[in-house]
């Protein structure tokens, strides 16, 4: 069984920084893309950055030059470094891996969401 679980969020006021944590565990062969989404209330869920196996990323528009996405394969671990939020940022934001099994077919998995509050 993979879970992913995250950390790292929490209340900050506009301007600060948070860095979102998410660790993939369990029996598995490896990890591909990573990513992180975030949902804000009556909202949709929105893909905010994600990462290739080897390094690539891409980010939504609304978190270019603020959002670095980065990963440590070792540790089959993805972070989010949020920097300059703003009130706007304000969502649960998801860890979400396409993850390689044992049966050598992918599917993806998502964590459990964790929330991040931006205060004005």
């Known amino acids: 069984q993979v879970q992913l679980v995250e950390s790292g969020g929490g209340l900050v006021q506009a301007g600060g920084s948070l860095r979102l944590s998410c660790v993939v565990s369990g029996s598995f062969l490896s990890i591909n893309d990573m990513g992180w989404y975030r949902q804000a209330p009556g909202n949709q869920r929105d893909l905010v950055a994600s990462?290739?196996?080897?390094?690539?990323?891409d980010y939504a528009d609304f978190v270019k030059g603020r959002f670095t996405i980065s990963r440590d394969n070792a540790k089959n671990t993805v972070y989010l470094q949020m920097n300059s939020l703003k009130p706007e940022d304000t969502a649960v934001y998801y860890c979400?891996?396409?993850?390689?099994?044992?049966?050598?077919?992918?599917?993806?998995?998502w964590g459990q969401g964790t929330q991040v509050t931006v205060s004005s």
């Open positions: 979400n891996a396409d993850v390689r099994n044992l049966r050598l077919t992918s599917r993806a998995y």
């Open positions: 990462i290739t196996s080897s390094g690539s990323t």
